[in-house]
């Protein structure tokens, strides 16, 4: 999954990045609200992050911006004011959810992770197909009830296609989602990346469809 952080405070910025990519998310950052806002109509992000204070072109101009053009993003407004009707002005501008700083890190992962579901619109943090459980909110997988082992791009990959199950995905958007905006985005390593998950965990959790794609079918 695909995050963007719109904050100016370099120190901010640096833990929330840290924090997100430690939980297997790719993290792009801006500092401006124009930076954000080419970002945002651009790259096709899961979650945005955005402070209402931005430099250039303030956060809530950015959201309704985005929200005129027609970006579904799932917007989670970050800020320093605490009059309740920048809240009120934010969420009526069209984001998702509001955290007032200071904030916990945690709180924060957790609506990030909620606002992931809700897009892909799944109800429960765990995921299970036949023998293979996931759980999101601590990126553990377990087969047969044993844990196993994956690297960072293997859970990234299989997080996509988890919380997208029932839907055939193609190798762009995999390489679209989980890598950030300067890495090397070659969708012929998807496929080597799908190979090991099925080693891993299976032959059948992930099926192929030639020249379109993956799915993992209908999950509990």
């Keep these: 999954m695909r995050i963007l952080i719109a904050e100016d405070e370099p120190v901010l910025a640096s833990q929330l990045k840290k924090t997100l990519v430690s939980e297997g998310l790719a993290v792009d950052v801006a500092v401006d609200g124009a930076e954000a806002q080419y970002l945002g109509e651009t790259e096709p992000y899961d979650v945005m992050i955005l402070d209402l204070g931005l430099p250039i072109r303030d956060g809530l101009t950015v959201l309704k911006n985005l929200r005129s053009g027609g970006n579904d993003t799932s917007i989670l407004i970050l800020t320093a004011r605490n009059d309740w009707t920048d809240r009120v002005d934010g969420l009526d501008a069209g984001a998702d959810d509001y955290l007032t700083k200071p904030f916990h890190m945690a709180e924060l992962s957790a609506r990030v992770r909620a606002l992931i579901r809700r897009k892909a619109g799944k ?44 839907r055939l995905v193609s190798r762009t958007e995999l390489s679209d989602h989980i890598y950030q905006h300067e890495g090397d985005r070659d969708s012929n390593t998807i496929a080597v990346f799908v190979n090991r998950l099925r080693k891993k965990l299976g032959s059948d959790l992930i099926e192929t469809v030639r020249g379109r794609g993956y799915v993992i079918k209908a999950t509990a």
Excluded: C, W
């Design 123 to 166: 109800t429960t943090p765990v995921f299970s197909k036949d023998e293979v459980t996931f759980d999101t909110r601590t990126n553990q997988v377990m087969v047969q009830g044993i844990p196993t082992n994956l690297t960072s791009q293997e859970i990234a990959v299989l997080s996509y296609l988890f919380h997208n199950s029932g």
